[in-house]
């Protein structure tokens, strides 16, 4: 057994046993900080082992343990992809840990949360590490699990007892659409082992089954359009850290199972695989990000702006596997690198903004954007970080967010070099959707920015609202620093991801950090390049330069406005743009078919007092097209065989006997 | 094997297929017992044949047990069953007795076709006594789903049993035959005719399972 793996195994071990002291001691005062501080120090030291075999490139290790089937074994290993994930995933723990330790404190229930956290940690570990499908399985059934158990922390909610339950619909789903793909890959022979899987390869048909058992299975925990309405009931229902590690961690978990059996157990694909992932992540990006801008609860907002991320991200795979079909190595290794990239960025600025939205609900105790506003001052470091989350996410230079979707467009541009016509076509349209869906994540982000913490309070406890403890600023300014150090060094970080593009794709991307002045050159420099330093430089450098003329300059002109009026237009701070009227002209453009909108204007007869009402009916389409006709027939199925309750002795002896003869009849007629 | 002893076998085995339909028109309780003990003493004659033709001494013992428990002790304990519950007038088949022929005869076609298929390359004896098993068997399980009362259920389970004690009779070195039929005999004899009648007799005064379902407070 290598000693790093054995290490790795430690920490899930070490999870585990710190969940099992939380149950026991979960009542105490101190439990809450003793328990984020153990966890805070395993994933640090999880992340410290990941990282270094991620840097250091020592090749794979595994390790086999006389658990779980006894002609298998439970079966870890650590190669490239394995070690990156952990590296996502641990830390995302850490730094939830530190934002823990503060904000846990708010908990009104900890007993609900404290021993179920550190068990979601080490399921996440476990599932990154697994090497044969039942190990696979058992650890992500207990992610899934324990985070479901977490979505019910504040199980007296009625919204949180329903999101809860969806969850757990869906996630079985999922592990079952999961089991079915491990069935078909482990073949008749029955190797459940993922270094057989890895040589066996399905045929044609065995192998498109298996794409499609994923993208339901991974797909549906990770968020994919029509599979993603249980994502924006179920994370924000947790506790704010644990929506974080929900959204900005477990949602690449299931890209990592995804990766590991598209990319690596599958063999070569066939070109079309990469048009359905495609067009699947095209769409998801477009719709999440459309149902975001018309949230008005910030971290259901949220929820829904990681499924267009989930979105962009399985566009960039899909491209990926499109030139891997088609042979084009070093294409391919830019798209998927692309792909991984944005995978740790989301990580990083999902969880700093679900802090964020943390940090704000128990300053206010508010999710609604609508009752919030103002908060820049009440809140000053809180709303900077945010702040620069919400530039992140929004692909704006310098920070990270515009790296990885800058690498992302420019595997697009690659595609007119694919010889389908198929893809030739398919893919500039997806690359105008990912284009649509940044836009709109702009637009998303300046209204959650804005509506929350500029403008004036609209409700009282706002105004009464006071800046968080010490730990939770500490987290997030950290993941804030991240953000920017991604950003203006990409390079770095696409130079430690070769080790897990080579042996998935067959070529890595050029060395970037051998470029001068830190820029990144992703094809070649008559191409294009990017510097994140120097675009950097320049954005401080000007809009310092501004805010010095501003308030050297303009400052000191004569203003006039009307006497007691503040400078404010209105008094009344429900005059203030809302996050639905911002959101208004985008539902008219896009509403018609991504909500079937409709607004209906109440006007009442001339001369009445009432007021005139507008009324906007909005509709999940997905949740009307695939969930209701599906729960439907459920219930329609079920009310029938409800009356096999109720029948005589004779009657159940008669369809015993029926379905004897049944049988007999068949085997009598078998050819 | 002579053609004597396979003629005789295969006489006994069709008599109990006979039998088994003459089950399948008896209206009155007692009729259907009367001939149900027919059908134990032909099924303990061609048991004793069996242990004859075979060789196999222990199956003498099945053959007593089907003699004497079945063919005297159990149908004289449901004749007095039967008078004590003051039920022997009742009329009881749910299904006409037409169709219920005609079903026993598509049942036994079915059992003939699919055994003479699956078995060809076995001992003809064998096979075609394990037709006739199992056209017993289904024929009991007809019984059991034609009939309302509760004593001709249990009949019904009775030649249906009698079926598995034939099927394991003719195939020559079946093992635990006797220990089997023993096991079965006294199932029948304490569970089903011993807890069964005298709880429905004690709660509600009649062996119609038709009252279980009011017990249960359900529409029929």
């Known amino acids: ?671 | 094997m002579n053609g004597l002893t396979f003629d005789i076998a295969h006489l006994l085995a069709g008599s109990l297929v006979l039998i088994s339909f003459m089950m399948l028109y008896q209206d009155r309780l007692f009729a259907l017992i009367n001939v149900f003990a027919l059908h134990a003493v032909v099924l303990a004659l061609s048991v004793a044949w069996q242990a004859y033709i075979q060789d196999a001494h222990h199956l003498y013992i099945t053959a007593a047990i089907a003699l004497v428990f079945k063919a005297i002790v159990i149908p004289v304990g449901l004749h007095r069953i039967i008078q004590r519950l003051g039920i022997h007038r009742d009329i009881e088949t749910a299904v006409g007795i037409g169709p219920t022929m005609l079903a026993g005869i598509g049942l036994v076609t079915l059992s003939m076709v699919l055994m003479l298929r699956v078995t060809p390359e076995a001992d003809p004896l064998a096979r075609e006594d394990l037709a006739f098993a199992l056209s017993i068997i289904l024929l009991g399980l007809l019984v059991m789903v034609t009939r309302r009362n509760a004593v001709s259920q249990v009949v019904g389970f009775m030649s249906l049993e009698n079926g598995l004690v034939l099927a394991a009779t003719g195939a020559k070195g079946m093992p635990l035959v006797v220990e089997i039929s023993v096991a079965f005999s006294i199932l029948i004899a304490f569970i089903v005719i011993g807890v069964f009648l005298f709880r429905i007799r004690e709660r509600f005064d009649s062996v119609d399972i038709g009252a279980l379902d009011d017990y249960r407070g359900e529409r029929r």
Request: hydrophobic content about 55%.
């Open chain 1, 1 to 671: 057994m290598n000693s790093t793996v054995a290490l790795l195994l430690c920490g899930p071990a070490a999870l585990l046993a710190t969940a099992i002291l939380a149950a026991a001691a979960s009542r105490l005062a101190a439990a809450t900080r003793l328990v984020y501080g153990a966890t805070l120090a395993i994933s640090a030291v999880l992340l410290a082992t990941a990282a270094s075999h991620l840097a250091g490139n020592p090749g794979e290790a595994s390790a086999t343990l006389p658990l779980g089937l006894p002609w298998t074994g439970a079966r870890f290993r650590l190669d490239g992809l394995s070690a990156f994930f952990l590296v996502v995933v641990n830390l995302g723990g850490t730094i939830t840990s530190l934002y823990g330790l503060g904000y846990g404190q708010h908990e009104s229930q900890p007993h609900r949360v404290l021993p179920f956290y550190p068990a979601f940690l080490a399921g996440m570990n476990l599932v990154v590490l697994a090497n044969d499908a039942f190990s696979f399985l058992l650890s992500w059934e207990f992610m899934s699990l324990a985070s479901w158990a977490l979505v019910m922390a504040h199980h007296r909610d009625e919204a949180s007892r329903r999101a809860g339950y969806i969850y757990l619909v869906m996630a079985s789903f999922g592990t079952m659409a999961l089991l079915l793909a491990f069935g078909l890959l482990a073949g008749p022979a029955g190797t459940y082992a993922f270094d057989a899987m890895r040589t066996a390869h399905p045929d044609r048909f065995a192998a498109g089954a298996v794409l499609v058992l994923m993208l339901l299975g991974a797909g549906s925990k990770a968020g994919l359009v029509p599979l993603h309405a249980w994502l924006p009931l179920a994370h924000p229902a947790a506790p704010s850290h644990v929506s974080a590690l929900m959204s900005g961690i477990m949602t690449k978990v299931a890209i990592y199972g995804f990766i590991r059996v598209v990319f690596d157990l599958l063999g070569e694909p066939a070109w079309w695989s990469g048009v359905a992932v495609l067009l699947i992540g095209g769409v998801t990006a477009v719709l999440g990000i459309l149902h975001a801008l018309m949230e008005k609860d910030l971290k259901r907002l949220l929820a829904y702006s990681t499924i267009e991320n989930i979105g962009v991200i399985f566009a960039s795979l899909g491209l990926a596997l499109a030139f891997k079909a088609n042979g084009m190595a070093s294409a391919a290794a830019l798209a998927f690198t692309a792909a991984l990239f944005h995978v740790l960025n989301h990580s990083f600025f999902k969880s700093l903004l679900f802090f964020g939205a943390g940090a704000v609900l128990s300053a206010t105790g508010e999710r609604d954007m609508e009752k919030l506003g103002g908060l820049i001052h009440r809140l000053p470091v809180t709303s900077f970080v945010f702040l620069i989350g919400c530039v992140s996410i929004s692909a704006l230079p310098p920070f990270n967010g515009f790296a990885s979707e800058w690498l992302v467009f420019q595997a697009i541009l690659r595609s007119p070099e694919l010889p389908q016509w198929g893809l030739k076509v398919i893919v500039p349209a997806v690359g105008g959707m990912l284009a649509l869906s940044a836009a709109l994540a702009a637009a998303c982000f300046v209204k959650a920015f804005g509506i929350t913490f500029l403008g004036r309070a609209r409700s009282a406890a706002v105004e009464r609202a006071r800046e968080v403890d010490r730990w939770s600023l500490a987290a997030m300014v950290v993941l804030a620093a991240f953000c920017l150090l991604a950003g203006i060094l990409p390079g770095f970080v696409i130079d430690s991801l070769s080790t897990v593009t080579l042996p998935l794709v067959g070529e890595r991307m050029p060395v970037q950090m051998a470029q001068p002045w830190l820029s990144i050159v992703p094809i070649a420099e008559s191409r294009s390049s990017y510097n994140g330093l120097l675009v950097f430089v320049f954005i401080t450098i000007s809009a310092s330069l501004a805010a010095f003329f501003i308030h050297r300059f303009a400052s000191h002109a004569l203003r006039r406005g009307i006497a007691w009026g503040c400078g404010f237009p209105d008094a009344v701070p429900a005059a203030q743009y809302s996050a639905v009227s911002f959101a208004q002209p985008i539902r008219r453009v896009f509403g018609g078919f991504a909500f079937r909108s409709r607004e209906t204007v109440d006007m009442p007869a001339p001369g009445a007092l009432e007021p005139a009402r507008v009324k906007v009916e909005m509709h999940d389409v997905a949740w009307e097209i695939f969930y209701q006709p599906i729960t439907g027939a459920i219930d329609f199925a079920t009310e029938r065989l409800n009356h096999l309750q109720f029948l005589t002795i004779r009657r159940y002896l008669t369809l015993v006997f029926l379905y004897l003869v049944i049988l007999l009849l068949v085997l009598a007629l078998w050819p």
